[in-house]
T-cell receptor, first 110, second 115 residues
Framework: TQLLEQSPQFLSIQEGENLTVYCNSSSVFSSLQWYRQEPGEGPVLLVTVVTGGEVKKLKRLTFQFGDARKDSSLHITAAQPGDTGLYLCAGVANDYKLSFGAGTTVTVRA | KAGVTQTPRYLIKTRGQQVTLSCSPISGHRSVSWYQQTPGQGLQFLFEYFSETQRNKGNFPGRFSGRQFSNSRSEMNVSTLELGDSALYLC??????????????FGEGSRLTVL
C-alpha cells in the first residue's frame, strides 16, 4: 500500500492542453516534493511545498499543498512535449522515511 | 559541480549471487539515501546514511545492506540475489538529513538484472 496515492497513473494529452496530477494521503506531511524523471535518468526536484495552503508557480507549473498538508496537486498550463516524463510526489512523514507516490506518466503529443 | 555518480550503470547477475553498488555524492553532501525503483512498486526507500551512520531503514529484508565512508561515498550490497531484486537502484545525496526539506540530488541509477 502506497502512503502517497497519485492519480492518474497515465496521462496523454495534446500540446497546448492543460493537465493536473494529484497526490493524496491520509497522513500529514511536514513537506511534499515533486520530481520529474526522464527515461534513463534519476528524478529531478521541481519544487518543495511546506506550508498548508501554499501555492508555488514555476513558469507553466503550479503546485498546491493542501490546507491539512495531506495532499498536493501539480497543474501544467499549455503543456509542451518537453513536459513529457514521470512525475513523482514525495513526502517525509514523522519517521524520517521518504515515501514516493507511484508516479504519473505524462506524454505530451506534438 | 559534479553530480551524483553511481557505478556500475548496468549489471547482470544470477540468483544467489551478491552485488555491490557504489554512490559518490555531491561534494559537501553528507546524506546519502538509497531507493529501489520497479515498474510494479515504484520508488521504495531503502535506507539513509548520514555521517557514516545508518539513520533510517525502509521495509526491506536484511539481504539489503549498506555503508558510508568518511568521504561520504556510500555502497549498498544485496546478498543472495532473487529474481525480484531486478530493479533500478537510485541513490540521492543531500546537504542535510531527510526530513529537513533539503533538495535531493539523484544519480542516474544502477540497473540490476537478476537471471
Amino acid at each position: 500500500t502506497q502512503l502517497l496515492e497519485q492519480s492518474p497513473q497515465f496521462l496523454s494529452i495534446q500540446e497546448g492542453e492543460n493537465l493536473t496530477v494529484y497526490c493524496n494521503s491520509s497522513s500529514v506531511f511536514s513537506s511534499l516534493q515533486w520530481y520529474r524523471q526522464e527515461p534513463g535518468e534519476g528524478p529531478v526536484l521541481l519544487v518543495t511545498v511546506v506550508t498548508g495552503g501554499e501555492v508555488k508557480k514555476l513558469k507553466r507549473l503550479t503546485f498546491q499543498f493542501g490546507d491539512a498538508r495531506k495532499d498536493s496537486s501539480l497543474h501544467i498550463t499549455a503543456a509542451q512535449p518537453g513536459d513529457t516524463g514521470l512525475y513523482l510526489c514525495a513526502g517525509v512523514a514523522n519517521d524520517y522515511k521518504l515515501s514516493f507516490g507511484a508516479g504519473t506518466t505524462v506524454t505530451v503529443r506534438a | 559541480k559534479a553530480g551524483v555518480t553511481q557505478t556500475p550503470r548496468y549489471l547482470i547477475k544470477t540468483r544467489g549471487q551478491q552485488v555491490t553498488l557504489s554512490c559518490s555524492p555531491i561534494s559537501g553532501h553528507r546524506s546519502v539515501s538509497w531507493y529501489q525503483q520497479t515498474p510494479g512498486q515504484g520508488l521504495q526507500f531503502l535506507f539513509e546514511y548520514f555521517s557514516e551512520t545508518q539513520r533510517n531503514k525502509g521495509n526491506f529484508p536484511g539481504r539489503f545492506s549498506g555503508r558510508q565512508f568518511s568521504n561520504s561515498r556510500s555502497e549498498m550490497n544485496v546478498s543472495t540475489l532473487e529474481l525480484g531484486d531486478s530493479a533500478l537502484y537510485l541513490c540521492a545525496s543531500s546537504l542535510t538529513r531527510l526530513g529537513n526539506t533539503g533538495e535531493l540530488f539523484f544519480g542516474e541509477g544502477s540497473r540490476l538484472t537478476v537471471l
